[in-house]
């Protein structure tokens, strides 16, 4: 979080979610969190910067997370404050959301009421109607 508060501004994240990861054979644990902020980056650069706050923090490694990684941002999506409805310049595919614990039950927390802009669909809803989610998160409560 350090290193996101130097780079963006009007930091919001979500409550932090322990999970299981099974796949690897391991019985690893991740912790996952959403978190949005403010930037004036383009798409490319934000990628960069992203990339670049990965390898300040150790990840070096590339490809499958079927192994301990320290750190792994994703970009869900981007708004672009440049119109007046804030149009939705990059999503990731509203099915893979859906079907991935780890992205909508944080991203749900952050904001429950957006919609994804394919399916308008709830997130808060989604996450409510979706029954055996792998993998099961438990939240960590008072954790700054």
Not at 21 to 37: M, P, Q, R, T
């Amino acid at each position: 979080m350090q290193k996101l508060d130097a780079e963006f501004t009007c930091i919001r994240r979500s409550a932090l979610y322990e999970s299981n990861d099974f796949s690897s054979g391991k019985e690893l644990k991740y912790w996952n969190f959403a978190v949005s902020f403010h930037c004036s980056l383009s798409y490319s650069n934000l990628i960069n910067r992203l990339k670049y706050i990965e390898r300040s923090c150790g990840r070096h490694q590339s490809g499958s997370l079927t192994y301990e990684v320290p750190i792994d941002l994703d970009l869900v999506f981007l708004l672009v404050e440049s119109s007046i409805d804030s149009e939705v310049e990059h999503c990731l595919d509203y099915n893979f959301i859906a079907k991935t614990s780890y992205f909508i039950g944080p991203l749900a927390n952050l904001y429950p009421s957006w919609i994804h802009p394919d399916t308008q669909t709830n997130l808060s809803m989604a996450y409510k109607n979706i029954k055996g989610l792998l993998p099961r998160l438990e939240e960590i409560p008072h954790v700054c």
